[in-house]
């Protein structure tokens, strides 16, 4: 049938701005992921520091960060480091992602765990944007960037700050990125933009 969900965000126009604003998506960490403790915490704002820095390196960059909208107890320690770390960067937790979307020219998704992805990223992709995804997990092999891959797909310990830059500055890779997602897209969703009026012709036959 295709997504119902995401109909209206691929009737929506989509803009590359070159404004160099990252999105920043950190998934919380949740203890039904069985992979919560002080170790991952302690990653986690390590990793924050890191990108924040990475970011901070390049000129004329901005910072937005999403929250996951649901009323999730590490948010709270999430919206504390970022503070921390720098108390002028916007944090969004229930703004609607399609708006932020449309704002920023990169996506970064932060993943405590690789096997239970964030639809934020396919979001990401259906507005056209480079998506960039670390992830915090020790046990995924998924550790660098595979060619033809239609995100930018890191682990913690990769050297974030070339990516960063290349993802940025080199359009030449951030244009190759955008055509896999396009594909990879045309491959993962039917009816894009139709799914709605789908559901409702196999409901009516």
Do not use: W
Not at 19 to 47: C, H, M, Q, V
Not at 120 to 137: R, T, Y
Not at 138 to 167: C, G, H, M, V, W
Not at 172 to 200: C, D, H, I, P
């Amino acid at each position: 049938t295709g997504s119902p969900r995401y109909d209206k965000f691929f009737k929506m126009q989509h803009y590359q701005k070159n404004n160099k604003i990252i999105l920043i998506t950190p998934e919380p960490i949740t203890e039904f992921s069985g992979l919560a403790d002080t170790n991952l915490a302690i990653r986690y704002e390590n990793l924050i520091n890191k990108i924040i820095d990475s970011i901070k390196k390049i000129p004329n960059t901005k910072i937005i960060v999403k929250l996951h909208p649901g009323d999730d107890i590490h948010n709270k320690t999430l919206l504390s480091i970022f503070e921390k770390i720098d108390s002028s960067i916007p944090i969004f937790h229930i703004k609607k992602i399609s708006e932020l979307l449309e704002e920023c020219d990169i996506l970064l998704n932060i993943t405590c765990e690789i096997s239970d992805p964030s639809t934020v990223m396919i979001e990401g992709m259906i507005f056209e944007k480079p998506v960039f995804e670390i992830s915090l997990d020790e046990k995924t092999n998924r550790f660098e960037y595979q060619e033809n891959s239609p995100i930018l797909s890191l682990s913690y310990k990769a050297e974030i700050d070339n990516y960063l830059s290349k993802i940025i500055l080199d359009s030449e890779f951030k244009n190759e990125l955008l055509l896999n997602q396009k594909k990879y897209l045309e491959y993962f969703l039917a009816n894009r933009g139709t799914a709605s009026k789908n559901v409702v012709k196999i409901l009516d036959s």
